[in-house]
């Protein structure tokens, strides 16, 4: 199953696909007027997912809708994992040893501030004069469907509510000058998410999805999820200890090898390009640079 958000009619309205994605229906049609994707996600049943196939019986024409981010405002600061992926270390390390060197025997956790998520074919603000090395980063994202608090790894996978696709855009110079991370990731913009959210039952198996990022059509980035450092189950289980994690909570699991900053010369981002982070079984998010 997947969820959507998409303005129809300049209304922003979710909608729902049970054929993984080829026609798609509205919720309010078949009889769930959620205000938006946080609340469905806090108060849909599976009884009611069950429920869904047997109402769906209008879709709606594709020219009627134009998707948005799943959850175009995040209720909470969306929480990232840094440095998730072996190459990725060695290319970060090497383009900046202060920032991204030294031993992590703990994962990495950081924050990123969105007051509003760019969704397909979106626009990510360049901030010339402000960033000079704005780069990429494909990263499989979790949502969670109800609240977590001290859940144990055997546990976390219950938690999920599904799976998107985040493009963790990074200003490096503003990341490396405050060592914290946290302004280099934050500007308006910066975490495009989408197509949809998949439900776990449509998905399969997190941990072993191809993941990649192309600009302007090269292929930047091209990994597995498999080579993941930390684990979905274990971030959700580390991160809920003694700290609840809200419905609708996304934690992005970090991006592989082959940002702008890992390429030599480094090769970072600009106004009009193009940027297309794939996942297996989840689609494409394409963002433009402006």
């Given at each position: 199953?997947?969820?959507?958000?998409?303005?129809?009619?300049?209304?922003?309205?979710l909608?729902?696909?049970?054929?993984?994605?080829?026609?798609?229906?509205?919720?309010?049609?078949?009889?769930?007027?959620?205000?938006?994707?946080?609340?469905l996600?806090?108060?849909?049943?599976?009884?009611?997912?069950?429920?869904?196939a047997?109402?769906?019986?209008f879709?709606?024409?594709?020219?009627e809708?134009?998707l948005?981010?799943p959850i175009?405002?995040?209720?909470?600061?969306v929480?990232?994992?840094?440095?998730n992926?072996?190459?990725?270390?060695?290319?970060?390390?090497?383009?900046?040893?202060?920032?991204?060197?030294?031993?992590?025997?703990?994962?990495i956790?950081f924050s990123?501030?969105?007051?509003?998520?760019?969704?397909p074919?979106?626009?990510?603000?360049?901030?010339?004069?402000?960033?000079?090395s704005?780069?990429?980063?494909?990263?499989?994202?979790?949502?969670?469907?109800?609240?977590?608090?001290?859940?144990?790894?055997?546990?976390?996978?219950?938690?999920?509510?599904g799976?998107?696709?985040?493009?963790?855009?990074?200003?490096?110079?503003?990341?490396?000058?405050?060592?914290?991370w946290?302004?280099?990731?934050?500007?308006?913009?910066?975490?495009?998410?989408?197509p949809?959210?998949?439900?776990?039952?449509?998905?399969?198996?997190?941990?072993?999805?191809?993941?990649?990022?192309?600009?302007?059509?090269?292929?930047?980035?091209?990994?597995?999820?498999?080579?993941?450092?930390?684990?979905?189950?274990?971030?959700?289980?580390?991160?809920s200890?003694?700290?609840?994690?809200?419905?609708?909570?996304?934690?992005?699991?970090?991006t592989?090898?082959?940002?702008?900053?890992?390429?030599?010369?480094?090769?970072?981002?600009?106004?009009?390009?193009?940027?297309?982070?794939?996942?297996?079984?989840?689609?494409?998010?394409?963002?433009?640079?402006?």
């Amino acid at each position: 199953m997947r969820f959507y958000t998409a303005l129809c009619q300049q209304q922003e309205e979710l909608l729902v696909s049970l054929d993984g994605g080829k026609t798609l229906y509205l919720m309010k049609d078949l009889g769930h007027d959620y205000q938006d994707m946080n609340q469905l996600i806090a108060s849909i049943t599976k009884q009611e997912m069950d429920d869904l196939a047997i109402k769906a019986i209008f879709a709606v024409p594709a020219e009627e809708y134009r998707l948005l981010a799943p959850i175009p405002r995040p209720r909470q600061d969306v929480i990232c994992l840094g440095i998730n992926y072996d190459e990725h270390a060695v290319e970060a390390d090497r383009f900046s040893p202060d920032a991204f060197g030294g031993q992590r025997p703990y994962t990495i956790y950081f924050s990123k501030r969105v007051s509003y998520s760019p969704g397909p074919e979106g626009e990510v603000p360049a901030y010339e004069g402000l960033v000079d090395s704005l780069d990429y980063e494909a990263e499989l994202a979790v949502i969670l469907g109800r609240d977590a608090l001290n859940v144990s790894r055997e546990e976390a996978l219950d938690y999920v509510f599904g799976y998107t696709i985040v493009n963790d855009i990074s200003a490096r110079n503003l990341q490396t000058r405050h060592k914290q991370w946290y302004l280099g990731k934050s500007l308006d913009g910066f975490t495009p998410t989408g197509p949809c959210i998949v439900t776990p039952d449509e998905l399969g198996d997190c941990h072993n999805l191809a993941i990649s990022c192309s600009v302007n059509d090269e292929k930047r980035q091209d990994s597995n999820t498999r080579y993941m450092i930390q684990t979905v189950e274990g971030a959700i289980s580390e991160l809920s200890q003694g700290m609840t994690l809200q419905a609708g909570t996304i934690i992005a699991t970090g991006t592989p090898a082959g940002v702008g900053m890992g390429m030599t010369p480094p090769c970072f981002l600009k106004a009009g390009d193009k940027v297309t982070c794939r996942i297996e079984k989840i689609g494409s998010l394409t963002n433009y640079i402006v």
